[in-house]
Structures are given as structure tokens and as C-alpha cells.
């Protein structure tokens, strides 16, 4: 797994940042040590997010928000590596 981050100003109230993925990466959820907000949109690939009871399978183009406590899983998944673009506040990184 490899993250660009895009904002490089952790002061501010969100970072922003271009994660990639491949399957063999496992699982990628961390709950995050205080209350945050979190956008992801898939650029390519395919991810399954698992928040709480729910899962959610995404294809290019899908995008979910959701609160960071929600958050059990975020998996590529499939033989590509999975691009996304993550938008989070406040910054955890």
C-alpha cells in the first residue's frame, strides 16, 4: 500500500490523499484514536468497506462516506491494484 498525500499542510482541518492498494495488502481500516469524517472514492479496482454491520462492495466511479468508529474493514479486492482518493478530517495520517 502506498499514500500520496496531497494536502501536506496537517494543520489544517482535512487531509487529502491518493492511497493504492493491492489485494494481497489485507485490510487497511485502522479506527482512528478521535472522532472523524472520511470520503473515499475509488478511481480503479474494486474495494470492500465493511462499516459496522453493513458491507459495501465498490467499483470505479463508487464513492461511501462515514465516520471513522463505523469503519471494520477497507480491502482491495480482485487482481488489480485498487486507486482511491481519501478525504478525511480531521487529519489522522
Given at each position: 500500500?502506498?499514500?500520496?498525500l496531497?494536502?501536506p499542510?496537517?494543520?489544517?482541518?482535512?487531509?487529502?490523499?491518493?492511497?493504492?492498494?493491492?489485494?494481497?495488502?489485507?485490510?487497511?481500516?485502522?479506527?482512528?484514536?478521535?472522532?472523524?469524517?472520511?470520503?473515499l472514492?475509488?478511481?480503479?479496482?474494486?474495494?470492500?468497506?465493511?462499516?459496522?454491520?453493513?458491507?459495501y462492495?465498490?467499483?470505479?466511479?463508487?464513492?461511501?462516506?462515514?465516520?471513522?468508529?463505523?469503519?471494520?474493514?477497507?480491502?482491495?479486492?480482485?487482481?488489480?491494484?485498487?486507486e482511491?482518493?481519501?478525504?478525511?478530517?480531521?487529519?489522522?495520517?
Amino acid at each position: 500500500m502506498t499514500c500520496e498525500l496531497l494536502v501536506p499542510n496537517l494543520r489544517n482541518r482535512l487531509e487529502v490523499f491518493l492511497g493504492r492498494a493491492h489485494p494481497s495488502a489485507g485490510n487497511l481500516a485502522r479506527t482512528p484514536a478521535s472522532e472523524s469524517e472520511e470520503c473515499l472514492y475509488l478511481i480503479q479496482g474494486r474495494m470492500r468497506v465493511q462499516l459496522a454491520e453493513n458491507t459495501y462492495e465498490l467499483n470505479a466511479g463508487d464513492s461511501i462516506y462515514f465516520r471513522g468508529f463505523e469503519v471494520r474493514e477497507i480491502r482491495a479486492v480482485g487482481r488489480r491494484v485498487a486507486e482511491y482518493l481519501s478525504i478525511i478530517t480531521p487529519p489522522i495520517l
